[in-house]
């Protein structure tokens, strides 16, 4: 089931929340790095086809019924006024970005506008999304030239974004990005997604990475296979609700900031939602804060929402209003924005370290009486869950090593997850949860470090 049909069957439509007072006047500083930062990147999605798979042909619904002038204005003049100065990102579908009709010409010409004026970021969406799932690397690597020749026409004056959008992308497409357009950076994972929607992606690191030849969601290990288009996650998700696959009844694994599960889930009371939402960013721009020296939460806003379920742009409103006063000085910028000032910090993997600490929140999924930790660096990933509320012992319940040799999918397919020892999702007979010390003797030698720096975070 995607995301769309569990959504669909729960959906009712519910009350709007009243929104605070006016948001902070002063506009964010220019972004020289990201080290004592807190950040926020939103794009705002633009497609014909829920999913242009290919030349001709597209899965999914027509959303073109629901693009209008005054759904997309209506959402970005929520977010201007919510936090002033704020940059998002567009991403243009290879359709959208040609599409004759004049709702699409009315939408391009006020991304541009908010380009000129607000300084947003208008971007390709590559293949709509999912590319690689239903295309080959030489399909998607052409896709690529013909997109951003599209929006190098559009935008004028031989443009050129810093990131792209693709929802996943193959190692050998984001070199091809990086080498031969000079595009060095992409919204090219989605952080533990498995078994849900169209595409499959868990096996990487949940903050930005330099990815490998060998597979895109591997962490490249030194200069020989580094690409130097950095990998961004596209929704930034739950960590408790992330380790599940899939929705099923009382939980969606993809919970989090996205708009589809928080705002838009009609068996959840939209006050549910908007206290995930601030949970979620709470455990990157608090104890993530204090842990990485920096926060990044990101979501993508799909513009046929508003048309299709109905306007929630007065309670995204209120989320953003209420971040933006909780955490003084958050940054909302575009992705490319940010890409380029981690890239100014972080000229590859070696210095990455990425620790973070959630309990859960009570909400869909989001158990509260469990405790999770993850540690995130070139060399692995390790998550270890407990129940806080028994002191119970702790239990690793994801350990991927990036050490070991890594291999992509040949051809186009639904799953690209990268998993070997222990995968949070559980879907293997080797996932089963079990203490470190029960982990095999190489194993627990190569992560020990990681797992006593976990155990000592007060």
Known sequence: MNRREFFRQAFTLGLGSKLPGPGPQAKPKPVGGVTGGRFLTINLLVRVNQIEAGRGKNLGEDESRWHTLDNVRKLR?????????????????????????????????????????????????????????????????RDIADGLAALADWVGGAYKPRFAIAGFLSAANLKTLADKHGVRACQGHMWSQHAIDLGDSDGSIAYPYYPSTEHSLKPAQGKADRIDCLNLDGWTVDFLAARRA????????????????????????????????????????????????????TLAWEASLLGQFGDRTPE???????????????????????????????KDNSGLVYRFLQRGTGV????????????????????????????????????????????????????????????QKGLRPQDKPRPFEELAPEDREYAREAYEGLLKID
Not at 81 to 98: C, E, M, N, Q, Y
Not at 369 to 395: N, V
């Open 364 to 423: 869909f999924g989001s158990d509260a009486e469990l405790e999770i930790r993850w540690h995130m660096d070139r060399r692995l990933r390790l998550a270890i869950l407990r129940d806080w509320t028994e002191r119970s012992p702790w239990k690793v319940i994801d350990l991927t090593r990036y050490d070991l040799p890594a291999k992509e999918p040949e051809r186009p397919q639904r799953d690209w997850s990268l998993m070997n020892r222990i995968n």
């Open 77 to 141: 003049e929520a977010i201007a006024r919510a936090v002033p100065g704020a940059k998002v990102g567009w991403g243009f579908s290879p359709l959208a970005l040609t599409d004759p009709r004049d709702n699409y010409r009315a939408i391009r010409e006020y991304a541009l506008e908010c380009h000129a004026e607000k300084g947003d970021e208008p971007t390709l969406t590559i293949g709509g999304f999912f590319a690689n799932m239903h295309n080959t690397r030489e399909e998607v690597d």
């Open 316 to 346: 995204f409103e209120k989320f953003l209003r209420e971040a933006a006063a909780r955490w003084d000085g958050l940054r909302v910028v575009s992705m490319g924005e940010f890409a380029e000032a981690f890239r100014r910090e972080y």
């Open 246 to 297: 899939g929705t099923g009844p009382g939980f969606n694994s993809r919970l989090g900031l996205g708009p589809i599960e928080a705002l838009y889930q009609g068996n959840m009371p939209i006050a549910q939602g908007l206290f995930e939402m601030m949970e979620t960013a709470s455990a990157h721009y608090d104890r993530g804060f204090q842990l990485n020296g920096f926060g990044w939460c």
